[in-house]
């Protein structure tokens, strides 16, 4: 049976996720971004290696695409995952208008081995009082003046 392209890609992700295993270098993650048919970058997790909660393999990708592209916006590309994306990582290909997502694993398979993150799925629908990290607003009039002079620039960049 021929690989597709698709299954090309998601082989790459997995297989980042199994080097990191035998490396023992991280979280069993992997992530490829894809433009037009083409690798744009390839990422392992890398919590450890970087001391870096945040370098779940979709997040580091996402940086070394868009540095290589020269831009914060994938619209066009596609990731392919070794992992349903958890919440954080979610939020940063919608952030980076990532076309498609392809994944491996769910987000079960992931808490079957130790990476739930359902707290934090049950943690964002509660109001901010009652979430187990305190959240304390202060100096919203300060900080809202600032929001005013964003809005009033003529030349803003478009997000």
């Known amino acids: 049976m021929e690989e597709t392209g698709n299954e090309k890609f998601m082989q790459m992700a997995i297989d980042l996720s199994e080097y990191n295993v035998r490396q023992a270098q991280?979280?069993?993650?992997?992530a490829v971004i894809v433009k037009d048919g083409m690798v744009v970058a390839r990422s392992a997790n890398r919590v450890i290696q970087q001391n870096d909660p945040t370098a779940h393999a979709e997040v580091s990708v996402i940086r070394l695409a868009c540095q290589e592209l020269g831009t914060f916006d994938l619209e066009g590309c596609e990731i392919y995952t070794s992992c349903e994306p958890c919440p954080?990582?979610?939020g940063a290909i919608y952030?980076?208008?990532?076309?498609?997502?392809?994944?491996?694993?769910?987000?079960k398979d992931a808490a079957d081995i130790g990476f739930d993150d359902h707290f934090i799925y049950n943690e964002l629908e509660k109001p901010m009082d009652e979430r187990k990290l305190p959240c304390v607003q202060m100096m919203h009039?300060?900080?809202?003046?600032?929001?005013?002079?964003w809005k009033g620039l003529e030349n803003k960049p478009d997000y």
């Open 95 to 107: 952030w980076a208008r990532i076309s498609k997502i392809y994944y491996a694993n769910t987000k």
């Open 88 to 90: 954080m990582c979610l």
């Open 26 to 30: 991280g979280g069993p993650f992997g």
């Open 141 to 149: 009039t300060e900080a809202l003046a600032i929001f005013d002079q």
